[in-house]
């Protein structure tokens, strides 16, 4: 079973950056980053197929966060610049159990979760 843990969240005012890492005790070629705000839904926030460094990333965050991924270490990172206080959210990092040639936003695709770290961008 793959294990995931967080780590790297805090508090920021706003135009500050944070970078979130993500452990894992196995590699996922296809990683997410999610993020769930009080009172909100889960949302996607970027995701990386390993394999070939691919990335999608949410129109939201698009130009502001920076999705990476080191092989040799299994960990996954997320560099948030430009941070703004609609991005306060508990930040979960995901991965997809099965190999494939894609990586979606699609949450239903990922069943393997991180514990969360908390983001909190002050204004």
């Known amino acids: 079973q793959v294990q995931l843990v967080e780590s790297g969240g805090g508090s920021v005012q706003a135009g500050g950056s944070l970078r979130l890492s993500c452990a894992a005790s196995?590699?996922?070629?296809?990683m997410a980053w999610f993020r769930q705000a009080p009172g909100k839904e889960r949302e996607g926030v970027a995701s990386?197929?390993?394999?070939?460094?691919?990335?999608r990333y949410a129109d939201s965050v698009k130009g502001r966060f920076a999705i990476s991924h080191d092989n040799d270490k299994n960990t996954m990172y997320l560099q948030m610049n430009d941070l703004k206080p609609e991005d306060t959210a508990m930040y979960s990092c995901?991965?997809?159990?099965?190999?494939?040639?894609?990586?979606?936003?699609?949450?239903?695709?990922?069943?393997?979760w991180g514990q969360g770290t908390q983001v909190t961008v002050s204004s």
């Open positions: 995901a991965a997809r159990e099965t190999p494939g040639e894609t990586c979606t936003l699609d949450i239903n695709d990922f069943p393997i």
């Open positions: 196995l590699s996922r070629n296809c």
């Open positions: 990386i197929y390993t394999d070939a460094s691919r990335t």
